[in-house]
């Protein structure tokens, strides 16, 4: 059975599904770097291929750019939000504009971050012998969840699915 909802209904659950990458983001880093008292170096090994730590990444995706000046870091992430906000709003399927909403939102998190804090928080880190995977939050999931989105809706959506 498929349902159908209006295009602007379909851009407002987006909007507030997206949220949720930002919301958890928020809710996780304040308890963890206001509550706690986490500031950067601490370290807890929770299975043999899994740590959670506080990392502060002054670059940006998988810390590329981290040399760059911050002013040229927020003139690349405004217009890489901006190109991804027209996206959203001239996307016709709603797996585009829940994938864009969740990158959106994902990213201004980390741009939070960056205001508040100077770099962004970063705490999950998955590991196996020596191979190390970059250190990650729950906003770089909901980025990553949202890039997985727009693949498959590139890949397998079909016509009638448009909002």
């Known amino acids: 059975m498929r349902v159908s909802i209006s295009p602007g209904k379909a851009r407002l659950?987006?909007?507030?599904?997206?949220?949720?990458?930002?919301?958890?983001?928020r809710v996780h880093k304040f308890f963890q770097i206001e509550i706690q008292g986490w500031n950067g170096g601490e370290f807890v090994p929770v299975t043999p291929f899994f740590n959670y730590v506080l990392v502060w990444n002054r670059g940006v995706s998988y810390s590329l750019l981290t040399g760059v000046p911050q002013a040229l870091i927020y003139l690349v992430i405004g217009m890489a939000a901006a190109l991804l906000a027209l996206w959203w709003w001239r996307?016709?399927?709603?797996?585009?504009?829940?994938?864009?909403s969740f990158c959106l939102f994902g990213a201004a998190s980390n741009f939070l971050d960056r205001l508040m804090y100077g770099a962004v928080a970063d705490?999950?880190?998955?590991?196996?012998?020596?191979?190390?995977?970059?250190v990650f939050n729950v906003a770089d999931m909901g980025i990553t969840l949202g890039a997985i989105l727009l693949v498959w809706d590139m890949l397998f959506a079909?016509?009638?699915?448009?909002a």
Not at 13 to 25: R, T, W
Not at 123 to 134: E, R, V
Request: neutral net charge; without cysteine; charged residues 15%.
């Open 123 to 134: 705490f999950f880190h998955l590991h196996w012998g020596t191979w190390s995977f970059y």
């Open 91 to 100: 996307a016709k399927t709603f797996l585009t504009l829940l994938g864009l």
């Open 158 to 162: 079909r016509p009638e699915t448009k």
């Open 13 to 25: 659950l987006s909007l507030l599904i997206g949220a949720d990458a930002l919301i958890l983001d």
